[in-house]
């Protein structure tokens, strides 16, 4: 071998392992002189070496790969629960909103298999959202997407980044339907200000709700796994509902793996939220790049073609320390494989890889003794000034940390644990606990965190404190008492429990449990297996006693509690037929019963218990404040009363007002009417003397006409006379237009007058009422051309009420 070539073979030898030593340096020369030894000797044991070491090199990338994301994992800290329901929505792919789904391909096949798939998949189904946090996740981000540093400037913030997992799931079996579990991890300093009051934790339930439902309708949408939206042009996913977000009262955390489901697990936290995010990127693109390499120089392999392994100058396969990437990791370790394959085909071996420098051509050009196998070893090149930065970037990192570490337990040091006493009182169904913190000076010094399952005290540089509880405990039920002389802390903590209703025959039966200790599936295992004892004759005897000894509490349970519920059913639940019309009472409907148990373990019931027994001062004190309450109300009455009767009063003053209004009005109408009356009087009286003159002139005629006749005709005739000359005088008389118009405007004004007597005949007596209506009568009389005597006759009828033929008789 050229010594000139394995000077360069063991510098690079040094590149990959560090300095070799002349152990090592012997190894690497036995190495090379085995390699030529197999090109010439066994050309197909050469082949079958390259390609074993080619294949379990990219492996080895894989297993790396895997590493380091398991490097990238973090185990979060517990901060609280949400549960809530999700209903089935869908909705039509819009590109502008979804601009990942802009290449649609709609399949008329497609779509019948998509149709079938909405029908089966769950309308309803249940969400629990573990809300967790640590020191990797970002803190709240401003407009230019860099990291706040004074997080209690709340007006600078704009986005607050939530790293979302994926979604697990599994079927309830006591629902029926699937129950979804996502995990998202906040910055742990974002987390504690958010949660120290109850308005932060309102708007971080918020967004932590609003986040999650972002990313379960497209990125971890679980429909997806059963169909492609593309193909479909449809999207379906799950829509929170707000009314039923809630924060789960005993529990912190849940998880779908029976083993872990109240303990958090290790995740993968977003890079775009990962202080370390920008690190691990290059780091995982480096890895992908060496992947594809190795596979490219393998399929390269295959079909024939010359392979540059890439070793040598080329330091794409090195990683941030310089060393080379899927190599042995000692010389020896690749000598003892060339040992056992010198004269046989080469197996495959577990800690293999890449051969540097090493090119493969046809097998015309192995079996040539004059090509030389090795090319060109150069020494590897000096690091970039970026690798460097982020070397020291990442050294400084976990320096910090270090730091951290170090001062925290350098303060856990001094803190020391309290005495304390603690109880179960398994009768009133609770634990007493009894602390003794003397060093503390107020109450303020203290830091209590209390789960269903532990109590951590903390006060900073006197008193840490760990305490399993032996029984779950309702963290929301806990009574605290501070001792300022004893200086103890007495807390009194309720046990938590859930209870179950069921059926046997036609009887309701409750089953309290500690969810915390015993899942779903065990309480209906332990439920299933009661039920068998119950329905034995002997069990339902022995019950039967023991309800006629205890008939009191029995009918408590009744009265206060099964009861009300029913009705309540019945008023709520109205177009579903809960009891059957026929049935007489509870116990005989058995379906009444069950639809009657589902309701009691639904969320409405939960706050319901039945009263408890008063003591006698508290019966005093509520009879006292019930007399209070009366006479508050009584009072309350009388004010309003007083208040009812003043704005009736100001209502008929202010109708007397209008009233008042209202004949003022009529009065001055009335007033304007008799101006235009007597207007029209004056010039109608004036125009009747003129026709009565007329008129005295015709009759002077008339009587000088009758005198001379008088004698030669007899009465008759002279009648017959008189007549024919009054007809002949009136059409001989002939009027003018004008004239004419003066009678037509007479008449008119005389029908104005008429309508004013109908109008105001109420506000007149009966002698201005007669009065005037003969006044109208007598103007009405000579416009139509009555004589005097007939008009005298006729007013006398219509004012009198009497005949003609009677006033004769008088007379």
């Known amino acids: 071998m050229d010594p000139k070539l394995f000077e360069q073979f063991s510098k690079q030898f040094g590149g990959m392992f560090g300095e070799l030593n002349q152990d090592q340096m012997k190894q690497a020369g036995n190495i090379w002189k085995m390699l030529d030894d197999m090109a010439e000797n066994n050309p197909d044991g050469y082949k079958n070496f390259v390609e074993s070491n080619i294949k379990t090199g990219f492996e080895d990338i894989k297993k790396e790969k895997k590493k380091k994301l398991e490097e990238q994992m973090v185990l979060p800290q517990v901060g609280f629960l949400i549960k809530t329901q999700a209903k089935l929505k869908n909705q039509k792919i819009n590109k502008e909103e979804h601009p990942m789904f802009d290449k649609l391909l709609v399949k008329e096949n497609n779509l019948e298999d998509f149709k079938k798939f909405k029908e089966k998949v769950d309308k309803e189904v249940k969400f629990y959202i573990n809300v967790l946090y640590h020191d990797r996740v970002k803190g709240p981000l401003d407009n230019n997407r860099q990291e706040i540093k004074d997080i209690k400037d709340m007006s600078k913030w704009k986005e607050?980044?939530?790293?979302?997992?994926?979604?697990?799931?599994?079927?309830?079996?006591?629902?029926?339907?699937?129950?979804?579990?996502?995990d998202a991890v906040l910055n742990e300093e974002v987390y504690k200000l958010l949660s120290s009051s109850v308005q932060y934790q309102v708007s971080l339930i918020k967004f932590v709700t609003d986040t999650v439902q972002r990313e379960i309708k497209i990125s971890y949408n679980p429909l997806f796994d059963y169909y492609n939206p593309r193909e479909v042009n449809e999207l379906i996913f799950y829509e929170f509902e707000k009314m039923s977000l809630k924060r789960h009262t005993s529990k912190k955390y849940k998880a779908m793996e029976k083993g872990q489901r109240n303990e958090p697990r290790k995740l993968l936290i977003n890079m775009d939220y990962d202080k370390k995010g920008e690190f691990f990127k290059n780091q995982q693109k480096n890895l992908d790049k060496q992947q594809e390499k190795a596979e490219k120089q393998f399929q390269d392999y295959k079909d024939g073609k010359n392979v540059d392994l890439g070793l040598g100058n080329n330091n794409n396969n090195q990683d941030q320390n310089g060393k080379n990437q899927g190599f042995m990791s000692q010389p020896s370790d690749l000598l003892n494989q060339l040992n056992s394959d010198k004269n046989s085909n080469v197996n495959e071996s577990k800690e293999t890889g890449f051969i540097q420098g090493i090119n493969i051509g046809e097998k015309e050009k192995q079996q040539e003794k004059k090509r030389p196998l090795i090319q060109e070893i150069g020494s590897s090149e000096t690091k970039t000034e970026k690798e460097q930065n982020e070397q020291k970037k990442e050294q400084n990192y976990f320096q910090n940390e270090?730091?951290?570490?170090?001062k925290k337990e350098e303060i856990l040091e001094n803190e020391v644990e309290p005495v304390y006493i603690l109880q179960e009182r398994r009768d009133q169904k609770e634990i007493y606990l009894e602390i003794q913190l003397g060093k503390v000076?107020?109450?303020?010094?203290?830091?209590?965190?209390?789960?269903?399952?532990?109590?951590?005290?903390?006060?900073?540089?006197?008193?840490?404190?760990?305490?399993?509880?032996?029984?779950?405990?309702?963290?929301?039920?806990?009574?605290?008492?501070?001792?300022?002389?004893s200086k103890v802390l007495k807390l009194t903590l309720k046990e938590h429990l859930e209870t179950k209703y069921y059926q046997v025959g036609i009887e309701i039966y409750c089953y309290t449990y500690n969810d915390v200790i015993e899942d779903e599936d065990e309480v209906e295992q332990n439920i299933e297996k009661i039920k068998q004892n119950l329905e034995s004759v002997d069990a339902i005897y022995f019950l039967s006693k023991i309800k006629n000894k205890n008939k009191q509490k029995t009918l408590e349970q009744q009265k206060y509690f099964i009861e009300p519920v029913y009705?309540?059913?019945?008023?709520?639940?109205?177009?579903?037929?809960?009891?059957?019309?026929?049935?007489?009472?509870?116990?005989?409907?058995?379906?009444?019963?069950?639809?009657?148990?589902?309701?009691?373990?639904?969320?409405?019931?939960?706050?319901?218990?039945?009263?408890?027994?008063?003591?006698?001062?508290?019966?005093k004190e509520d009879k006292q404040e019930q007399k209070q309450n009366k006479n508050e109300d009584n009072k309350e009455g009388n004010e309003i009363k007083n208040e009812e009767k003043l704005e009736q009063k100001l209502e008929e003053e202010e109708e007397d007002d209008q009233q008042q209004k209202q004949q003022q009005n009529k009065e001055e109408q009335n007033q304007q009417d008799n101006q235009v009356y007597q207007n029209n009087e004056i010039k109608q009286n004036t125009e009747k003397q003129e026709e009565k003159n007329e008129t005295a002139n015709i009759q002077n005629e008339v009587l000088q006409e009758k005198l001379i006749k008088q004698d030669k005709l007899d009465k008759n005739e002279n009648q017959t006379i008189l007549k024919n000359k009054k007809q002949t005088k009136k059409k001989e008389i002939p009027q003018s237009e004008s004239e004419q118009q003066e009678d037509l405007g007479n008449f008119i004004a005389l029908m104005g007058q008429m309508q004013n007597l109908r109008q105001n005949v109420q506000h007149m007596t009966d002698e201005e009422r007669k009065k005037q209506a003969s006044d109208v009568m007598l103007k009405l009389m000579g416009q139509c051309g009555f004589d005097d005597s007939d008009e005298e006759d006729i007013l006398e009828d219509y004012i009198h009420g009497e005949n003609k033929e009677q006033k004769k008789k008088e007379e």
């Open 160 to 182: 607050v980044p939530v790293s979302v997992s994926s979604i697990s799931s599994r079927k309830s079996e006591s629902y029926g339907y699937n129950v979804y579990f996502v």
């Open 402 to 406: 270090q730091k951290k570490t170090e």
């Open 441 to 485: 000076k107020s109450f303020k010094q203290i830091q209590l965190d209390i789960s269903s399952k532990q109590l951590k005290l903390f006060s900073e540089f006197l008193y840490k404190l760990e305490i399993q509880f032996p029984r779950a405990v309702d963290n929301e039920q806990v009574q605290a008492k501070w001792e300022k002389k």
């Open 567 to 619: 009705e309540n059913i019945q008023k709520v639940a109205q177009q579903d037929i809960i009891v059957k019309e026929k049935s007489k009472s509870l116990y005989e409907d058995t379906e009444g019963i069950t639809r009657i148990i589902e309701a009691m373990e639904s969320t409405m019931w939960k706050g319901y218990l039945p009263p408890k027994k008063q003591s006698q001062k508290q019966v």
